[in-house]
């Protein structure tokens, strides 16, 4: 097993700063750290998705356990309460590791070993947790629940509960709040008990200057007697399931199941640790599929999906779940845009339509799957249609450039009702989308025997001409209004299979991009020579959201310049030499807040803290396609159908 994957934390604070995830397909998952600590109110054993993917609800904060032996009562769980943690489970905790589920090995003074695994049932809101016990005494379970909105930490709900009697010898309870949930165990007896857990504490939400402190509410325990010296039993949180029957078959499957993601075993091992965790991002939305743009709090997005697609599920070649993510998003298509926030039914984005172009381009090159091109044909031309005229935020100037209204590129934050970098107008990266899909259309025209007039690609490439500046040897970041900060926008540009700029003008981006904006996590947002430069992410919401997009260094941005560094060498060996080391930092996952995974975003400054979700898809993504691509040639071997 890879020793990232393998943690032996030597105190609170350590283990306290890595996090685990397992999710279930619905968009539901459990999550805490790899000390069984939550320090997130979106932390868990069972957060549901009652509405797939959204809707999601903390109903299982917690199981505490505690060893009853002769030699003495040993605590495995561990709060924090003011001032305080306890109880110190962690120090019994001798190793953490994900192998391939979230295993948790506590060893007591006895001699007594405890191994708990944690795992979710695919397409159920169902967690397991099994128990393997070697030593000899009492062992009680106490789960702490409650029924809220994960976003925010609260005082639990009145919560009505009803026993369980099983036959042979389990039990457990039916809870009764905001929906009805079950906790059950194949061999230990639920003993009815309610307390209440006072002033828990959340510290990274107290960071992040959200609601930090919560109650919870335990209705009772699990209990059973180690007499043999060895012992196994599981216990289920379930919404919809209220048995235990054929726990350990479900866990082998889904360790099965996921061993089968790593993919072919000739391939590096950290890249087969990535596809497994891509995985995760893949949730059903009706009678199909989306993605997740990041754990813990994101919805699907429109932009983040179609960015993150060809790394995610292209590169492992799971074909059939690429195609349901592109219909899906099609058939929300309206007024030419697909939508940012599906959940929320959003459509601020002027980007996403473009990147769809992308994604299907990037799923015929690798599957050669023209049925699905002739299906998806009609909607890319009615975005063509769309934005040739206008749409709810652009409209098509005089010269076939896109004009778009404020915060509606991917540097969208927002603070008291500002855009912290509205960048209004003609951006570069949008109107090189913009030309990439036009050429996208002239290939599928093509292929398919449409007809399509080609002028307006041609008269966009004359266009883009206005965004060179000649003083810095690279793009304007806006125009008209001409904006000169450098910004990885036009890294986007440059990376794009059909980009309106020259060999020169790439090299020129790229050797500004690596001596202004890179960092050994993926490029920052804005120059450190920029007054407006912010170098750490951190504090309230608005302080936070004014570092966004404005020095804080993004993973994602990593693939775009690795395929636009490349493209300036035409993929010589010593050049995909030069970029696996640059991705090495990435590939290692070694400086990750979640276990197996890439997080959101870096700080701009050293030592590059990372922070933000601690898994998000377009890391993922990129850094996988980039790698898969770029690096280890994939792309000379793109030919559809060919990978």
């Known amino acids: 097993m ?70 003495g009562q040993y605590n495995l769980a561990c709060h924090q309460y003011p001032g305080a943690i306890y109880p110190e489970g962690f120090r019994h905790l001798e190793e953490f590791r994900q192998d391939p589920i979230p295993t948790f090995l506590y060893r007591t003074e006895d001699g007594a070993a405890i191994e708990k695994k944690v795992f979710m049932v695919g397409s159920e809101n169902t967690t397991v947790v099994r128990y393997e016990i070697d030593g000899f005494g009492l062992f009680r379970v106490v789960p702490l629940v409650n029924c809220r909105s994960f976003h925010v930490a609260s005082r639990a709900p009145l919560i009505n509960q009803e026993v369980i009697d099983l036959e042979g010898g389990g039990s457990g309870v039916r809870l009764r709040s905001g929906c009805d949930f079950a906790l059950v165990s194949d ?131 799971r074909f059939d779940d690429a195609r349901a993510v592109l219909t899906t998003f099609a058939g929300a298509m309206k007024d030419g845009l697909l939508p940012n926030d599906f959940g929320a039914q959003g459509y601020n984005t002027i980007d996403a339509a473009l990147w769809f172009f992308e994604a299907v381009y990037k799923y015929w090159t690798y599957s050669g799957d023209t049925d699905v091109v002739r299906e998806l044909f009609p909607s890319l031309r009615a975005i063509v249609d769309r934005y040739s005229w206008e749409t709810p935020g652009s409209f098509s100037d005089e010269d076939g450039l896109i004009v778009s209204k404020p915060g509606l590129t991917w540097m969208d934050a927002k603070v008291g009702g500002e855009f912290v970098t509205p960048r209004a107008g003609k951006a570069c990266e949008i109107n090189a989308l913009w030309y ?118 993004w993973p994602w941005l990593m693939g775009p310049y690795i395929t636009a560094r490349l493209k300036t060498s035409r993929h010589s060996k010593k050049s995909r ?50 790698w898969s691509e770029d690096v280890m040639g994939g792309a000379s071997r793109l030919k559809r159908g060919g990978v």
Request: aromatic share 8%; glycine share 8%; with cysteine.
């Open 2 to 71: 890879s020793p990232e994957l393998s943690f032996h934390p030597k105190s609170y604070q350590e283990g306290a700063k890595r996090e685990w995830l397992t999710t279930n397909g619905l968009g539901g998952y459990a999550s805490s750290t790899i000390l069984g600590a939550n320090t997130r109110s979106y932390h868990g054993l069972l957060v549901a998705a009652l509405n797939p993917p959204t809707e999601r609800t903390l109903l299982l904060s917690s199981l505490d356990e505690e060893l009853i032996s002769e030699s």
């Open 187 to 317: 061999k230990a007896r639920y003993v009815r008990e309610e307390l209440w857990y006072n002033s828990l504490e959340y510290d990274v939400e107290r960071q992040r200057g959200l609601a930090w402190k919560e109650d919870a509410f335990s209705p009772g325990r699990f209990e059973v007697q180690v007499d043999d010296g060895h012992l196994s039993f599981n216990i289920v949180a379930s919404v919809g399931r209220d048995s235990p029957e054929g726990a350990e078959e479900l866990m082998s499957l889904e360790v099965e199941r996921i061993r089968n993601l790593e993919g072919n075993k000739r391939r590096d091992p950290r890249f087969r640790l990535l596809a497994a965790g891509a995985d995760q991002f893949l949730v059903r939305r009706g009678e199909g599929k989306s993605i997740i743009a990041g754990y813990h709090w994101f919805n699907d997005w429109g932009r983040d999906a179609m960015i993150s697609l060809p790394g995610l599920l292209l590169t492992t070649r």
């Open 436 to 553: 990439n899909a036009l050429r996208v259309m002239e290939v599928f025209s093509g292929e398919l025997g449409e007809e399509l007039d080609g002028r307006l690609a041609e008269k966009v490439s004359e266009s883009y001409e206005k965004f060179w500046n000649p003083e810095y040897g690279c793009l304007y970041d806006l125009i008209d209004r001409k904006d000169a900060a450098i910004r990885p926008n036009q890294v986007i540009a440059a990376s794009l299979p059909f980009t309106p700029l020259d060999d020169d003008q790439i090299r020129g981006i790229v050797d500004l991009a690596t001596e202004k904006l890179l960092t050994p996590y993926g490029l920052r947002t804005l120059s450190p020579e920029d007054p407006r430069y912010i170098g750490r992410y951190e504090g309230r919401p608005a302080e936070r959201d004014r570092a966004y997009h404005q020095g804080t260094v």
């Open 577 to 626: 030499d030069e970029a696996r080391e640059l991705m090495r930092p990435l590939m290692d996952l070694k400086d990750q807040i979640g276990v197996g995974t890439i997080c959101e975003i870096f700080d701009g400054d050293e030592p590059y803290r990372p922070g933000g979700c601690i898994s998000q898809a377009w890391s993922l993504g990129e850094v996988m396609r980039a």
